[in-house]
């Protein structure tokens, strides 16, 4: 076989079979496919697409590429949650412990933000002493043990993905749905839970621009998790203004705290409790979302998702003082407030924007070798749809840095201030299953 050969098939638009992926991903994995035949291979699917058997196979061959996690140690079945990626999404701070208070094992595997603001691990991070490398036999004593374990992805998973994605990048390929389902899902496989909850974002802080293209990634996820025999649902949700108020890393895990305590942090705690019930009525503890979201509220109100929350951070050594008290949670040094320039109603913001000037903050990493500032974020005053006046705050940066003039100016311009009032945006979408 040779790669060359391939790549004209599908250059075609001919469907490729299963042994010529396998082929083609073992070779990448290994070195012997070179880099531009896996760049022109990415570029032919970015044209022609793929067919749902293929990229079954592709992302198959990608999550055996390397490690594949074996969860059969942990009693019950393990469900996984995952997000397409927004802003101030902290769900999984949220969602994990209440799936766990419900009685159902969260065992996840997560990887650290490369995006605006750090992911799930450096936001846990941003507590005293949390450890995220646990050894897989660690890691399954702990789920065992208290139901939920969450750990930094290992080295060793879905490798192919990761040499991919570093070339998709850089030829302008990233932006293909088969190619990003697959990327998403060999991690998902990879990480060996028996069913998966997908979070897929649209709206101005998310990849996914329209609610059609949201909805095609999501068939195309779910599609995937079905031939791959893991139960899959979709949840298609809005990310046209950060969820929750709180943008960053220790805010981020404040406001969860606040919700894990009952503050109603409308779309917050609303989503957390819908993709929760997902995960449980995958796992055969309710039987329909409806069910699931009375008894999880009610879980949630209990405080016992907050004692499981606190359980999670003692078992993994984190500092239960700040859990309980999360004022001693990192604190920036200055606090600019970002004036709105006229009164009226939030029509719009630009959440890429809001994410990036989170980023310039120092809340997210430009590259992967650098730091993160737990301190920094942006704390919203206010969200689409609320009214505000002339010289009111609309949201106060953050920092160590007295000045972040490009985050001041990103800001600014992020917020669209109209006289016309705005009708209260939809959260949820549209359910895949
Ligand atoms: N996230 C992934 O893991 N892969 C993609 O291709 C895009 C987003």
Redesign the pocket.
Do not use: A, E, H, N
């Given at each position: 076989m040779r790669m060359v050969d391939l790549i004209h098939q599908k250059k075609l638009g001919n469907a490729l079979s299963e042994e010529e992926i396998g082929f083609m991903i073992r070779g990448f994995t290994e070195g012997d496919i070179p880099d531009y035949q896996m760049a022109a291979f990415c570029m032919a699917v970015f044209f022609k697409g793929m067919e749902d058997r293929e990229i079954a196979s592709l992302t198959s061959a990608m999550a055996r590429s390397g490690d594949l996690l074996d969860l059969s140690g942990i009693s019950g079945k393990v469900v996984d949650k995952h997000s397409?990626?927004g802003v101030g999404d902290k769900t999984t701070l949220i969602v994990a412990p209440l799936v766990a208070a419900a009685g159902v094992p969260v065992a996840k595997m997560s990887g650290r933000g490369l995006g605006n603001t750090g992911g799930t691990i450096d936001k846990l991070q941003a507590i005293e002493g949390f450890q995220v490398e646990l050894t897989i036999p660690q890691f399954i004593h702990q789920v065992n043990n208290i139901q939920l374990a969450l750990a930094g992805q290992t080295g060793n998973l879905a490798p192919a993905?990761k040499k991919m994605?570093a070339l998709?990048d850089v030829t302008d390929t990233?932006n293909s749905i088969p190619?990003?389902a697959s990327?998403?899902m060999s991690?998902k496989i990879a990480s060996g839970a028996d069913g998966i909850v997908l979070d897929v974002k649209v709206g101005s802080g998310a990849?996914m621009k329209s609610i059609g293209e949201a909805k095609r990634l999501a068939e195309q996820m779910v599609a995937i998790g079905k031939n791959l025999g893991r139960e899959t649902v979709a949840l298609i949700t809005d990310m046209n203004q950060p969820l929750g108020y709180e943008i960053g890393n220790a805010n981020e895990v404040k406001e969860a705290i606040d919700v894990l305590r009952g503050r109603n942090v409308e779309d917050l705690r609303t989503l957390s409790i819908t993709l929760a019930a997902h995960m449980t009525v995958i796992a055969g503890r309710f039987s329909n979302t409806d069910q699931a979201c009375e008894e999880l509220e009610r879980i949630l109100d209990s405080g016992l998702a907050f004692d499981a929350f606190l359980r999670f951070v003692k078992a993994q050594g984190g500092d239960a003082g700040m859990v309980e008290n999360p004022r001693l949670l990192p604190q920036a040094r200055y606090h600019r407030a970002i004036i709105a320039p006229k009164a009226g109603y939030i029509q719009a913001m630009d959440t890429d924007k809001i994410g990036l000037a989170a980023m310039m903050s120092g809340a997210g990493r430009k590259k992967k070798e650098d730091s993160i500032d737990y301190a920094a974020g942006i704390t919203l005053n206010k969200k689409l749809g609320d009214w505000v006046d002339q010289n009111e705050p609309l949201c106060v940066l953050h920092s160590n840095a007295e000045h972040v003039p490009d985050a001041e100016k990103a800001l600014q311009e992020a917020f669209t201030v109209s006289a016309e009032a705005v009708p209260k945006t939809q959260l949820i979408y549209d359910v895949v299953t």
């Open positions: 397409t990626g993905d994605y998709r990233v190619l990003i990327s998403v991690k990849f």
